[in-house]
């Protein structure tokens, strides 16, 4: 499994926008790069995927290097309810998730 | 709709006892995953299941675990004989296919005293 790098904390300011980065130098052609969130006392949720382009969807973007050794989740205006970690995940096709560390958010008033 | 659920939500065992935890999966997933989450550290991997075939039980930490899914839908995570270190977050997810996005259910609290 193609292993990721993240900082293990952030902090930022409501309405500010936030980006989480993730560095992945091992990745291949064809992985996938995901990422999921897990709010306190719950399950992780889906964010966001992306092979090559960059891609928006209505929680956030995610901006991909050209080589794809690294990319940047992107939320636009943090809210409170984003306080959580952010798990950047390289998806090598296989169907179980392989969860690093994350990058836990903290989001001020 | 409905969410992948989850229970107990909360489960304290005393070591030595055996527990059962149940997942129901969003209707009509074919795949079902199992995961465990030490505190403070990210979900590993336990077991995988497509309808009622356990296709990877690679990440199981011991012949202790033991899971099921008989009928392809509802699915049971069994740990006999629990000792301290199984006490974790066991989560359940489940997916329209293996490689499909992944939905997580809240999660089953599990304290061994």
């Known amino acids: 499994d193609a292993k990721t790098t993240q900082p293990n904390s952030m902090e930022s300011n409501e309405e500010e926008p936030v980006h989480l980065p993730c560095n992945h130098s091992t990745i291949s052609g064809t992985d996938y790069i995901h990422w999921y969130r897990q709010l306190p006392s719950q399950g992780p949720e889906y964010v966001i995927h992306g092979l090559t382009s960059n891609v928006n969807n209505r929680m956030a973007s995610l901006a991909i290097a050209e080589d794809r050794k690294s990319s940047t989740l992107i939320l636009h205006r943090a809210t409170l309810r984003d306080a959580a970690v952010y798990y950047c995940?390289?998806?090598?096709?296989?169907?179980?998730?392989?969860f690093g560390q994350g990058t836990r958010l903290t989001i001020n008033p | 709709g409905a969410g992948v659920s989850q229970s107990p939500r909360y489960k304290v065992a005393k070591r030595g006892q055996d527990v059962a935890l149940r997942c129901d999966p969003i209707?009509?997933?074919?795949?079902l995953f199992w995961y465990q989450q030490a505190l403070g550290q990210g979900p590993e991997f336990l077991t995988y299941f497509q309808n009622e075939a356990q296709l990877d039980k690679s990440g199981l930490p011991s012949d202790r675990f033991f899971a099921e899914r008989p009928e392809g839908s509802v699915s049971t995570l069994k740990i006999q004989r629990t000792q301290q270190e199984d006490s974790a977050v066991y989560l359940c997810?489940?997916?329209?296919?293996?490689?499909?996005?992944?939905?997580f259910g809240p999660g089953t609290r599990l304290l061994v005293l």
């Open positions: 995940i390289i998806r090598q096709g296989a169907q179980k998730l392989v």
């Open positions: 209707s009509g997933h074919v795949s």
């Open positions: 997810a489940s997916s329209l296919a293996g490689w499909e996005t992944q939905y």
